[in-house]
């Protein structure tokens, strides 16, 4: 049987996921707006592409704009905007001469909440064809993507756009030719990171940010300049903190060009509240320079090839996700021995770099909010998680650096704020130079941790907080930076 759709209905019973359909507080729509008018007090026409029930056009109605809402389904409500009834990517494509030839569309103003769900691949896949067309560098990957850069290509100089939309694309490596399409067009004012109970009311968990853009005249596109500032403000712990924030306006204001990683080894991640001392290790070494990082075996179907114990046939161990386990994890299942034969007969069975299986080493979280790594033993196997083998005498000091909260912090909150951590993530961590003293003292603590947790014993907290005295002391953070990290990781879950 297949899996039930799940429905999320809302008070006119429209299923909420099929369309995208998530309201913006007012509280939000107001900050865009103030923000988009102390920008540009002067601008008279606003554009929202997908004005559901005019959520986000109330304040620039009020303030005397004159608003046009566009959306692909009529929730008939039409009292700040005029509306017409369109699918904002059709209107894009057919004003893309007029852009060409005036720069932009007439709009001073640009505000939007734009769709995004788990449904929206039905619309995506159903215009493949001409949306690749349309988003030929962007892709095709979701639409809140296509209509950020669509937006982005609307506007004309001078133009104000206020976005509240999911946050996955800052840190995606998919989404890096959106990251540096937006950069190098617009200046960035503002980007704050949202809570993430903010849409809890209406049963979603998503993670978003506000975005306050003006798009460059054609001269300025794609040069650094070093006067412009972006407000950050990472993510609050709930909606409350954060209006208290938007209203006393306590963002911090950070030089637009030191906000997003701009090493060759890394992808332009956008940086949101990241401090400079931590921004600095990106400079340094890294894991891959040092160490071995490389995935393992892709089964296709967990559910059919692996066995909770070990069983006839099935008696070779299988790490795939630590999560949050630390320092020492069982196997997260057992494989048939016969599992070669199977990657060469069935096709979606997969086995990369099968000369390192069975080998030592370390296996790193791939799924979830925490991050964590484990001993593997000799004569293991290994998914497609992160896997660190060939470590020799520096097993046991990079367990723990693994394991510490700074690494915490340098996967969840600079890396990478979407779920799956692949193993190219986890090899472009920042390598601090640590002294031979130093990595003793990691070593013996990840060994004492491994033992007690292999006899059973629960985690001591009093591990990763001696880890972090050492991992500390060697980075040289200054102690805000410290306590900025600790904040982090003490609330992973509404913090990332
Ligand atoms: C996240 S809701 C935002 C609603 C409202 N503007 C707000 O901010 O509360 C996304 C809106 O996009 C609309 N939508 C979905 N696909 C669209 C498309 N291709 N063109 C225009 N609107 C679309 C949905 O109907 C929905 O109203």
């Known amino acids: 049987m297949g899996r039930q759709q799940k429905l999320v209905m809302d008070a006119d019973g429209l299923d909420k996921r099929s369309l995208g359909y998530y309201s913006t507080p007012a509280f939000v729509a107001e900050y865009l707006t103030g923000r988009m008018l102390e920008e540009k007090p002067d601008g008279h026409r606003v554009l929202d592409p997908c004005v559901g029930r005019e959520e986000m056009v109330i304040s620039f109605a009020q303030a005397g704009k004159d608003v046009l809402g566009l959306d692909i389904f009529d929730y008939g409500h039409h009292g700040a905007a005029a509306f017409v009834q369109q699918d904002f990517l059709q209107y894009y494509a057919k004003r893309r001469d007029q852009i060409k030839e005036h720069g932009g569309l007439e709009f001073d103003y640009y505000i939007a909440n734009p769709p995004y769900n788990c449904h929206e691949s039905g619309y995506i896949r159903d215009n493949k064809r001409s949306l690749q067309a349309l988003f030929p560098d962007i892709g ?109 306006r306590t963002q911090r204001e950070v030089p637009e060009r030191v906000f997003s990683l701009t090493d060759v080894r890394d992808h332009g991640e956008w940086l ?149 951590i692949t193993s190219g993530y986890v090899s472009r961590i920042p390598l601090l130079p640590l002294s031979a003293d130093a990595k003793r003292t990691l070593a013996a603590l990840a060994h004492v941790e491994y033992e007690r947790c292999r006899q059973g014993a629960a985690a001591d907290a009093g591990i990763v907080a001696a880890v972090n005295a050492v991992v500390y002391r060697e980075a040289g953070l200054p102690p805000e930076d410290i306590q900025h990290v600790q904040e982090f990781c003490g609330d992973l879950l509404r913090r990332t």
Not at 149 to 164: D, E, F, R, S, T
Not at 343 to 360: D, G, I, K, M, S
Not at 378 to 387: D, E, H, P, Y
Request: hydrophobic share 40%; proline share 5%; with cysteine.
């Open 140 to 248: 095709t990957l979701n639409m809140y993507s296509m209509f950020l850069a669509a937006l982005v290509h609307c506007a004309k100089p001078g133009a104000m756009l206020g976005i509240i939309t999911s946050d996955s694309f800052l840190t995606s490596r998919m989404h890096s030719p959106l990251r540096q399409f937006v950069q190098e067009r617009c200046h960035i004012h503002d980007l704050l990171l949202c809570p993430t109970d903010l849409f809890h009311g209406q049963q979603a968990d998503v993670r978003t940010c506000l975005m306050v853009l003006e798009k460059l005249t054609p001269r300025e596109q794609g040069l650094v300049n070093g006067r412009r500032m972006t407000r950050t403000m990472g993510r609050p712990l709930n909606s409350e903190s954060f209006a208290r924030a938007l209203r006393d």
């Open 272 to 420: 949101v509240d990241c401090p400079a001392s931590i921004r600095h290790l990106f400079q340094g070494q890294r894991l891959a320079d040092e160490f071995r990082c490389l995935t393992g075996i892709s089964t296709g179907s967990d559910r059919k090839y692996l066995r909770a114990k070990p069983e006839a046939q099935w008696t070779l161990p299988f790490y795939k996700n630590p999560g949050k386990r630390r320092f020492y994890a069982a196997p997260d299942g057992y494989l048939p021995e016969n599992f070669l034969e199977l990657a060469r007969t069935v096709p979606n069975f997969l086995v990369r770099n099968q000369r390192y299986l069975f080998r030592e080493g370390i296996a790193c979280s791939s799924m979830g909010v925490a991050f964590g790594a484990c001993y593997r033993p000799q004569g293991a196997l290994f998914g497609v998680n992160a896997n660190f083998v060939d470590l020799g005498d520096d097993l046991w000091w990079l367990l723990a650096y693994l394991n510490s909260s700074l690494v915490t912090y340098l996967v969840r909150g600079v890396l990478l704020r979407s779920n799956m």
